[in-house]
């Protein structure tokens, strides 16, 4: 903040990029912060960084008056590391919205009251519900790379023969690295508690990171420790027990829960509930933190697996990406999945709480015994993909008890009577993820009964008040506790739980970072309109098939295939301001034009170096616009199949990946690779760079 005062210029020292922005330090992350602190000799290697910046700054379109502090897609790119900004509302001339607008419904629509919902749907639900979709379609991907495994390991090999054959070997599967990468902490021989606490701290306040060498090694150190603990680790002691929740890659809350409860230690008892990673920028950091106090407390740190400690739902959800910004090497990611299997599955405090990621079995008959007798070793996912309960006819085949013991542990939620009475009684599939199973309060009481307990507590789903309590009868509760606040641009407070000695249920703390800003609401439009443009093709058919041949449905039928469509568990009818118009809803007697609805949603992407836009869905867009749907799992699929590691794909590889793709989709969804590859190669060079397939998706709607 010195080096940048409130709002200036900066430069960057021996380079021809000015940054031509106002930038307010408070709003940057910590490694942008500080560039303008830079020594000169140090100027050439954060150049890229610069330039990407520069180039933001340029292109960004903002509403008069307000400053270019943020991109027209609200983030910094550098390398393949993305730092998500507060992204304010702007119009975007006569094109529809790049951000929605901050204005009300009466100001979108004046004089159209039907517009305007009589009943108002929380911000928070909005979002919670377009969370649940896109953590429901990233599962999709990361079954899709757990399918795709057996490709992995020979696409590797491939890598290796031809960095072989090149006489030099290939860094990206291997520890050894250059420039930038080489950079960040390097900790002494002896870590002890004040040499944790500081390298937390300059995380938190420096934005420093910790050295290749320095992570590798306490990996290293750890997995012989965790790989000792059984699956059920148990606490005997009578002593203050502290619970975290879902921690994401926010090393921020991570100070804030020491802070809150005191720093781990020979005298307290410290549960870290699983999902370290992903989604935050900071997961290399949480994982140093909890490890290095785990080899210096052994007995009194506990970390149970979660869902997201998985290597294919790190590809899915980000931490693939974060650790090849940081050290651009696959080796690390390997080691660190090779560590997760390592994790204890869950803690029992005697007497008092059972402590796991999620839930529990469902398997008929299950114990604690069989929990315990779950080879973790032998699993690196944690959910078994369609492909893994099919045999070669296609035919379902029962999936191996420990894995169905380890999916229902890491990835189940509980559901209250007033949400599905029936459910009091036994469980169903968790639809909402795709994954696990949802439950009841019965099946929470007969299993403490079996385990001598009161109390469970699990994580896994983000709350808006941090914590929850599930009421389950004869004196029995479930807790989720959750411990990243501002999840994913949200508004969420964070929370923990510390259960004091005796018999009493836990207190919780509740705490966030910072508070949030009005954005949310803007961030909610623009990703409701994004998704109903990206899904023009499904929808148009649903509608449809409802409206009979007609052009106009009424409106509780357009809510409800908006729900059955988009997978969203969302009253869309309560907010049909955000996304209908007087031209595609006139009147409530008119009902809703969905041909108008859909037309008024358009898609442009920038294709191939010179940015050509391209509509979707009209013209050489034709083929892009079936695609939007299914974007994320291709370019995870290219990634993998890329063999020499250059980022660039040819014909072949693209028709490769399509057609694993096409056999998870149905015939109606799948891609035509011909016609994709046409509109991506416009130069008819015959391949593709990867990252501009990535990028083009950052969409204009």
Request: charged residues 25%.
């Amino acid at each position: 903040d010195k080096a940048l005062g409130p709002s200036c210029e900066v430069k960057a020292a021996e380079t021809s990029w000015p940054i031509q922005a106002h930038i307010t330090p408070s709003t940057l992350p910590p490694r942008i912060r500080n560039l303008a602190s830079l020594r000169p000799a140090m100027a050439a290697r954060i150049a890229p960084a610069v330039r990407s910046l520069s180039a933001l700054a340029r292109n960004a379109t903002c509403a008069p008056g307000m400053p270019a502090r943020v991109a027209s897609r609200g983030m910094w790119r550098m390398g393949r590391g993305i730092w998500n900004l507060p992204q304010r509302p702007h119009r975007r001339g006569k094109g529809g919205w790049r951000a929605m607008s901050a204005a009300s419904e009466e100001e979108l629509h004046p004089g159209h009251p039907h517009l305007n919902s009589s009943v108002e749907s929380s911000t928070f639900e909005v979002f919670q519900a377009l969370y649940e979709r896109e953590y429901a379609e990233r599962l999709k991907v990361a079954n899709l790379m757990n399918s795709l495994a057996d490709v992995a390991e020979k696409k590797k090999e491939q890598r290796a023969e031809l960095a072989s054959r090149s006489g030099h070997g290939d860094l990206q599967d291997s520890f050894v690295t250059k420039g930038i990468f080489a950079m960040g902490m390097q900790l002494p021989d002896v870590i002890d508690h004040d040499g944790v606490v500081d390298m937390l701290k300059r995380m938190v306040r420096d934005g420093e990171r910790i050295h290749l060498d320095s992570f590798k090694r306490i990996i290293d150190e750890a997995m012989p420790v965790l790989a000792a603990e059984p699956n059920i680790q148990l606490i005997e002691n009578d002593r203050r027990v502290v619970v975290i929740g879902d921690l994401h890659g926010s090393i921020a809350d991570l100070l804030l829960c020491f802070e809150a409860a005191g720093y781990p230690g020979d005298d307290v008892d410290y549960v870290f509930n699983g999902d370290f990673v992903d989604r935050g920028e900071h997961g290399v950091e949480v994982l140093s933190v909890l490890l290095a106090f785990k080899l210096l407390y052994p007995d009194t740190v506990k970390l149970n697996r979660g869902n997201h400690e998985d290597m294919n739902v790190g590809r899915a959800y980000g931490f693939f990406d974060e650790v090849m910004t940081k050290y651009g090497t696959r080796a690390i990611y390997d080691l660190v999945g090779e560590m997760y299997t390592t994790i204890p599955l869950c803690t029992i405090i005697r007497n008092k709480a059972f402590i796991v990621h999620a839930g529990i079995p469902s398997l008929p008959g299950a114990t604690i015994f069989h929990v315990g007798a779950i080879g973790r070793r032998g699993l690196k996912g944690t959910v078994a993909s369609q492909w893994d309960v099919k045999d070669p006819e296609g035919k379902m085949k029962p999936r191996p008890s420990s894995l169905r013991m380890l999916e229902d542990l890491l990835w189940s939620d509980p559901v209250a009577p007033d949400e599905g009475a029936f459910l009091d009684d036994f469980s169903e599939p968790n639809v909402k993820r795709g994954a696990g199973i949802v439950y009841g309060p019965k099946m929470i009481r007969e299993w403490l009964h079996k385990l001598g307990c009161k109390y469970m507590v699990r994580s896994h789903q983000c709350v808006e008040t941090g914590a929850e309590t599930l009421d389950c009868g004869q004196g029995m509760a479930c807790y989720t506790v959750f411990s990243a606040s501002n999840y994913q641009g949200g508004s969420n407070e964070a929370a923990l739980l510390v259960f004091q000695p005796g018999d009493g249920p836990p207190q919780i703390l509740r705490q966030r970072v910072s508070n949030p800003g009005p954005e949310l609401a803007q961030r909610n439009r623009a990703a409701l309109v994004n998704l109903v443009a990206a899904n023009k093709k499904r929808l148009r058919r649903g509608f449809a098939a409802a409206a009979g041949g007609g052009a106009h449905i009424p409106l509780n039928v357009w809510g409800d295939v908006m729900r059955q469509e988009l997978g969203m568990d969302l009253d869309f009818c309560k907010i049909r301001g955000e996304l209908l118009t007087p031209v595609s809803f006139p009147s409530v007697e008119a009902g809703v034009d969905y041909n108008a609805f859909l037309d008024s949603h358009k898609v442009e992407v920038a294709v191939g170096k010179g940015k050509e836009q391209v509509v979707c869905g009209q013209g050489r867009g034709d083929s892009l616009q079936a695609f939007l749907p299914h974007r994320n799992m291709l370019g995870a699929v290219f990634r993998m199949i890329d063999v020499n590691g250059d980022g660039m794909l040819s014909r072949e590889e693209v028709e490769s990946g399509v057609e694993m793709l096409n056999q998870s989709l149905p015939e109606a969804d799948r891609i035509d690779a011909d016609a994709l590859f046409a509109v991506m190669d416009s130069k008819g060079k015959g391949q593709i760079s990867i990252d501009e397939f990535t990028e083009i998706w950052n969409i204009s709607v």
